[in-house]
């Protein structure tokens, strides 16, 4: 396969990839334990069909299982995978935990040896 073909195959590949991710995604911002978070949701997943033509009800908040959001804090960019728990979304690689009930105060928490959690406020202006 000569280089041009390949080229041709990859962006072929890409677009679907391209398509599922908001052309506009929506940015959101407030201040974690003393410095500047920013939040991401990136759009990957789909609503997983069942064994019946009714799809299994796991969006929830415009996201689903398959969804991730990427934070930025401290220099640091956090790609945590949604998770396909009830209730309002949330995202954790396993060490970190990300959830936005209270949207003046996300709960963002750090496994280490023990679970530390930072306090999150609205960023002002």
């Given at each position: 396969?000569?280089?041009?073909?390949?080229?041709?195959?990859?962006?072929?590949?890409?677009?679907p990839l391209l398509l599922a991710c908001e052309a506009e995604p929506a940015v959101?911002?407030?201040i974690c334990d003393g410095d500047r978070l920013t939040a991401e949701v990136v759009h990957l997943g789909r609503d997983a069909i069942g064994t019946t033509t009714?799809?299994?009800p796991n969006i929830?908040?415009?996201t689903s299982p398959g969804d991730l959001i990427l934070l930025t804090w401290r220099g640091v960019t956090?790609?945590?995978p949604r998770t396909n728990n009830a209730g309002?979304?949330?995202?954790?690689?396993?060490r970190w935990w990300w959830q936005v009930e209270d949207p003046d105060h996300p709960d963002f928490?750090?496994?280490r040896s023990s679970i530390i959690q930072y306090i999150c406020d609205?960023?002002?202006s």
């Amino acid at each position: 396969m000569n280089r041009f073909s390949r080229g041709v195959l990859t962006l072929l590949l890409l677009i679907p990839l391209l398509l599922a991710c908001e052309a506009e995604p929506a940015v959101a911002a407030w201040i974690c334990d003393g410095d500047r978070l920013t939040a991401e949701v990136v759009h990957l997943g789909r609503d997983a069909i069942g064994t019946t033509t009714e799809p299994i009800p796991n969006i929830s908040d415009g996201t689903s299982p398959g969804d991730l959001i990427l934070l930025t804090w401290r220099g640091v960019t956090l790609q945590l995978p949604r998770t396909n728990n009830a209730g309002v979304p949330s995202y954790t690689d396993g060490r970190w935990w990300w959830q936005v009930e209270d949207p003046d105060h996300p709960d963002f928490r750090q496994r280490r040896s023990s679970i530390i959690q930072y306090i999150c406020d609205t960023e002002t202006s």
